[in-house]
């Protein structure tokens, strides 16, 4: 393999690791819109799972099928079918990368996992009971049952060896693991560790972000990174000379690991704020973030989030406000370019990189 192919494998990695560990947590799961082709998921933490246990059902029946599973006594449920994803998921997704979902077949395939050590028999039996009795006032499909071995993995941790230190032009971004190395000592160095937010700065999204914050960032810039993830944006835009920056994020993992980052860099609180919450619904969340008062609005998220995210995002920057966007994949281009113009605001520039584009506008200053 060469090494621009090892490259790509860590990066696409990176990516689907880091999407798997974004979402909120319950208890010791894990909610993440991202997994199953377009169907919310829970997926558990352990590290020792070692039975798969995937039942084939109809995707109509899945919710009812789940539910009478975890009153049977399984902690961890895991949804795949090819049920598109309502707007309301996607917005509270923390990727770069849309899944295909194909064409939807009617079939959704439930999994949970067992230990060694648990009565599978007996747990497998009164499922298959369960199913049965349903199938006198619901369609539950084939119920086939596929039983699988998996590997003792530490998902939330496995990923790192596919994440190092590499650079963004003359930009050295560093895992918190890694040491940096004495030719790299006086450089510009950005140490990061996403944890379970989103945001290692190896995707393309994140680079043309980053590049245009480069070109545009001031010493009296004020900062808005809407799905700010690790902070690592926000975080740079300070490192540029910005005065102040704010994040926003869905994930409350947000706050633990854009602090976390923040330490290891040495930038204090009082230069960074991240809130929770989604500025596109939430009027308190564009109260607490404020009104005509950012510089810079950067948001690497989703063309479909950037839709309806550009007219409201509009009232948090200044008159000769920049407004930065990526995570829009090429077939979107035209879709996010409407949606700013429509919005008021003129199209700067455009940059590709991969199939991954980056829209930078104005807000023009009123006469």
């Known amino acids: 393999m060469s090494e621009a192919e090892h490259q790509n494998d860590a990066d696409q990695a990176v990516d689907i690791i880091s999407c798997a560990v974004s979402g909120f947590q319950i208890g010791e799961h894990v909610f993440s819109p991202f997994l199953g082709y377009g169907e919310a998921d829970i997926f558990t933490r352990k590290a020792h799972q070692t039975k798969r246990v995937r039942y084939s059902v109809r995707s109509g029946t899945k919710d009812m099928i789940s539910s009478m599973m975890m009153d049977a006594g399984i902690e961890g449920i895991e949804i795949e079918d090819k049920i598109p994803m309502t707007q309301a998921e996607k917005e509270q997704m923390f990727v770069d990368i849309l899944?295909?979902?194909?064409?939807n077949d009617g079939i959704a395939y439930i999994s949970f996992y067992l230990e060694e050590d648990e009565d599978k028999e007996s747990l497998l039996e009164a499922v298959k009971n369960e199913l049965e009795d349903m199938r006198a006032y619901v369609e539950v499909g084939e119920g086939t049952i596929e039983e699988s071995q998996t590997e003792d993995v530490d998902w939330v941790n496995n990923w790192k060896k596919y994440f190092h230190q590499f650079y963004v032009d003359d930009i050295l971004i560093i895992p918190s693991w890694e040491e940096v190395k004495p030719e790299d000592e006086g450089k510009m160095i950005v140490h990061i560790d996403p944890g379970t937010a989103f945001g290692t700065g190896m995707h393309e999204t994140t680079q043309l972000c980053i590049r245009q914050l480069r070109k545009y960032v001031t010493e009296d810039t004020r900062i808005l990174d809407v799905g700010c993830g690790s902070g690592i944006l926000g975080m740079l835009?300070?490192?540029?000379?910005?005065?102040?920056?704010?994040?926003?994020?869905?994930?409350?993992?947000?706050?633990?690991?854009?602090?976390e980052n923040m330490e290891v860099n040495g930038i204090s609180k009082d230069k960074y704020e991240v809130m929770i919450g989604n500025i596109i619904d939430d009027k308190a969340v564009q109260d607490k973030v404020g009104y005509g008062c950012y510089d810079i609005v950067v948001a690497n998220i989703l063309a479909d989030v950037l839709v309806p995210l550009t007219p409201v995002?509009?009232?948090?920057?200044?008159?000769?406000?920049?407004?930065?966007?990526?995570?829009?994949?090429?077939?979107?281009?035209?879709?996010?370019?409407?949606?700013?113009?429509?919005?008021?605001?003129?199209?700067?520039?455009?940059?590709?990189?991969?199939e991954w584009v980056s829209v930078t506008a104005r807000k023009e200053t009123k006469a």
Do not use: R
């Not at 899944?99 to 064409?103: D, N, V």
């Not at 920049?322 to 455009?350: N, Q």
């Open 99 to 103: 899944p295909e979902t194909g064409i």
């Open 237 to 259: 835009a300070l490192m540029f000379g910005a005065k102040y920056s704010v994040g926003t994020d869905l994930d409350p993992c947000a706050i633990d690991a854009t602090y």
């Open 313 to 354: 995002i509009v009232n948090q920057l200044k008159d000769g406000g920049i407004y930065v966007t990526s995570g829009i994949i090429e077939d979107k281009e035209e879709t996010v370019k409407a949606a700013v113009e429509a919005a008021g605001l003129t199209v700067l520039e455009v940059h590709h990189q991969g």
